[in-house]
């Protein structure tokens, strides 16, 4: 049974930047993609970010590229969302999960092809 606990959400302006952390537990961390998503209130979880096994892969959603950046250690079992110019419009909680399927590839990015789930941080951006 993997868990995962993320943290570092929290209350930032509007331009600001915010660093997701979702720690591993329960599993062989190395043999997993990884995602971020998000469900912001009265929406959908939505993709945001995947990263393969190595961290040599990574895809965004359109709406975040160029902004954050997923990235993994998996010497600390730790997989980080970097988030910079934040807007009103990427306030949600986030979610990291695993992506056991296997060849892994990076158009992964439906929330019913991710295995396990974290909590949520919730990350909210003021204008």
């Known amino acids: 049974q993997v868990q995962l606990v993320e943290s570092g959400g929290g209350l930032v302006q509007a331009g600001g930047s915010l660093r997701l952390s979702c720690l591993a537990s329960?599993?062989?961390?190395?043999?997993?993609?990884m995602g971020w998503f998000r469900q912001a209130p009265g929406n959908e979880r939505a993709f945001v970010a995947a990263?393969?096994?190595?961290?040599?892969?990574?895809n965004y959603a359109n709406s975040v590229k160029g902004r954050f950046t997923i990235s993994r250690d998996n010497a600390k079992n730790t997989v980080l969302l970097e988030m910079n110019t934040l807007n009103p419009e990427d306030t949600a909680v986030y979610y990291c999960?695993?992506?056991?399927?296997?060849?892994?590839?990076?158009?992964?990015?439906?929330?019913?092809?991710?295995?396990?789930w974290g909590q949520g941080t919730q990350v909210t951006v003021s204008s």
């Open positions: 999960a695993t992506d056991s399927w296997a060849p892994w590839h990076p158009t992964r990015c439906m929330d019913t092809e991710y295995d396990y």
């Open positions: 329960g599993g062989t961390f190395s043999s997993y993609g």
């Open positions: 990263i393969d096994m190595t961290g040599g892969i990574t």
